[in-house]
């Protein structure tokens, strides 16, 4: 299993941006990130295929938030603009495990990502 650590959480206030990092231990097929709020369940934010050709974003985020990858590096980052209160959470990177359909890594509530980072809170004021 690859080891991830995420970095770059913070507060802000509604409106504002943050961009989150997540860095591999080692190479990565599909990456993803998720997040989850206070008494609510795990949601899927967004994925990247392994090569970056392909992204995917829950429909929530789709326009403000954008998912890259620097292969070279082994990072994922996450680009969030224009936040919302809404988006206040815990975020964690997960890495796909390899072999599986891209629509499985955005439709199985995680259950396709077989490492997981320890997270990083978001919090956005309003």
């Known amino acids: 299993q690859v080891h991830l650590v995420e970095s770059g959480g913070g507060l802000v206030q509604a409106g504002g941006s943050l961009r989150l990092n997540c860095a591999a231990s080692g190479r990565t097929g599909t990456m993803g990130w998720f997040r989850q709020a206070p008494g609510k369940e795990r949601e899927f934010v967004a994925a990247i295929s392994g090569s970056g050709g392909s992204t995917y974003y829950a429909d929530s985020v789709k326009i403000r938030f954008t998912i890259s990858r620097d292969n070279a590096k082994n990072t994922v980052n996450l680009q969030m603009n224009s936040l919302k209160p809404e988006d206040t959470a815990v975020y964690y990177c997960?890495?796909?495990?390899?072999?599986?359909?891209?629509?499985?890594?955005?439709?199985?509530?995680?259950?396709?990502?077989?490492?997981w980072g320890q997270g990083t809170q978001v919090t956005v004021s309003s």
């Open positions: 997960a890495a796909g495990i390899p072999g599986r359909s891209w629509t499985k890594y955005y439709t199985s509530q995680g259950a396709d990502f077989g490492s």
